[in-house]
Each structure stands twice: as structure tokens, then as C-alpha cells.
């Protein structure tokens, strides 16, 4: 894979889907799941967060696993807040440099593996962080989020 501005990782992503997997014409469910990933990763990288909401299931949950320095909020619970959480995380960083790794679908689950550069909005301090992601759909609706964060270069702040 390679470094994308974060409008263009939807892009990326379906590269990432077929490779190593000579049968991902037939995997249907997965291809249509990430679509759906696809579109939520658009509408971040757009800044239109008022319509993540309706992308999610009532039941949501988000966790966001990160060192202590990282100012992301960690954990929400239904389409409102849930929204709230990942515009507050995505307004702290500018100059996304998101760089998709690898990615498995199987059923309703994406994982995801990245590593992202960018800045911190407040300080303008580059970051470099390494994602592990989780993606569990319902139907065309995402249901959970689960994220591991490690930085690879922590701020000054942090340290």
C-alpha cells in the first residue's frame, strides 16, 4: 500500500480487500461491508460528520485503546455519541497521511491494519501512529468500532 491524503483511502481500500485472495470476486457480503466502510471514510473525510449517525445501528459501541497523552476520546455508545466521538478525534489531526497496511474481511468483520502521519491540530506537532481496527457490521449499519493505537512518535506532551 501506499501513503493516500485520508480522502483517498477509500480508494485504497478495495486494492487492500483483494489482495492475497484469488475468491474475493465471490465475497460478496464482505465487498458489500466494505462499501459501507468506504462510505463512512468519505463522509470523515469530507468533514460530514452530522450523517454518520444514520450509518450506525442503535446499539453502537466505539472503543479507542490508546496511551495515556493522546487526546482522543476512548469509548461511546449510540449513533449520537458515537459521531460526536470520532468528529472530536479526526478535528485534533490535520495533514492526514494515512497509509493502509492490510486489510481482512471475513463475514461481518473488517480488520484493519494502518499507519497514519499527520499533525496535531492544537500544537501543529507531526504524530506517527499505528492502527489495529476493528469494523463489525449489522446489515448496512456499522455496530461496533474497536481500535488499538500505538504511537510510533509520541508528542513532546506526552513524554
Known sequence: MTEVPLIGVADVLGA???AGDAAHATRTKERG????LNDLVRAIATKHFSSLADRFTPDITFELHAPPGIPWRRSARGPEAVAS????????VCDQRPDPLS???QGDTILLMSR???RWTGTGEPYEMVFAQQYTFRGK???AFRSVVSPASPPASAG
Not at 466521538?85 to 485534533?92: G, K, L, P
Request: overall charge negative.
Open 85 to 92: 466521538a470520532i468528529e472530536a478525534n479526526f478535528r485534533s
Open 116 to 118: 497514519e502521519t499527520g
Open 103 to 105: 486489510l481482512v474481511a
Open 33 to 36: 461491508n466494505l462499501e459501507h
Open 16 to 18: 487492500a480487500f483483494e
Open 141 to 143: 449499519r456499522l455496530a
